[in-house]
């Protein structure tokens, strides 16, 4: 089977930066995804990375290392509107479908 | 908008009854999904469709579950004789392989279910 660990709940102040880690055992590798879920909406998508390495796209960077089976979400410059659960999601190797995480809830303070 | 619709975004039922919800995928995506969210829990995966398909469907799933998309654009996933325990969050995505490598999937605004 697959497994996704991410940590249930972070809080951080407003201005700084947060990582958020996730982890995984899959059978395979094909890519991961990090989703954005604000409460009672449905997940937006903020990244892809399928080769080791950091993915910037403005105050939102991803880092993938597949041989320790790591990844993580990293926020700059943290706004309040960034309060939100962040969904680690992976694709296994083949034709397997996407396993999501139970997701990380942020809580951003001023 | 072009995004991914879903219908209705409410739904309240009394136990034993049956339910459907609907799901209009992006136009161009040949590949749609259902999942099923409860309070602080990731998406669970229901099942999936390529083009009109259904290639794959969670064990997890009973036999009350049954999902279509016949002409291979809308789908409907209908929920048979409700329980309390399928009150969740219903939520819809679609992607394309054809056009999108990374086959990211895109998500619907979901239907919440609560069941009486």
């Known amino acids: 089977g697959q497994n996704i660990d991410q940590p249930t709940e972070m809080t951080a102040t407003e201005g700084a930066i947060v990582q958020i880690n996730c982890t995984y055992q899959?059978?395979?590798?094909?890519?991961l995804f990090w989703y954005q879920q604000h409460a009672g909406e449905a997940p937006t998508f903020l990244s892809y990375?399928?080769?080791?390495g950091l993915e910037e796209k403005g105050r939102f960077s991803s880092f993938l290392s597949r041989s320790k089976g790591y990844s993580y979400l990293l926020l700059k410059e943290l706004q309040m509107k960034d309060s939100a659960s962040y969904l680690c999601?992976?694709?296994?190797?083949?034709?397997?479908?996407?396993?999501f995480g139970t997701g990380t809830k942020l809580q951003v303070i001023p | 908008d072009t995004g991914v619709s879903q219908d209705p975004r409410h739904k309240i039922t009394k136990r034993g009854q049956n339910v459907t919800f609907r799901c209009d995928p992006i136009?161009?995506?040949?590949?749609l999904y259902w999942y099923r969210q409860t309070l602080g829990q990731g998406p669970e995966f229901l099942t999936y469709?390529?083009?009109?398909?259904?290639?794959?469907k969670s064990r997890l799933l009973s036999d009350r579950f049954s999902a279509e998309r016949p002409k291979g654009s809308f789908s409907t996933l209908e929920i048979q004789r409700t329980e309390q325990g399928d009150s969740a969050m219903y939520l819809c995505?679609?992607?394309?392989?054809?056009?999108?490598?990374?086959?990211?999937?895109?998500f619907g605004p979901g239907t919440r279910l609560t069941v009486l």
């Open positions: 995505a679609s992607s394309s392989f054809e056009a999108d490598s990374t086959d990211t999937q895109y």
């Open positions: 899959t059978s395979g590798f094909n890519g």
């Open positions: 990375n399928v080769l080791d």
């Open positions: 999601a992976v694709i296994p190797g083949g034709y397997q479908k996407v396993t």
């Open positions: 136009s161009e995506h040949n590949r």
């Open positions: 469709f390529q083009n009109e398909a259904q290639l794959e």
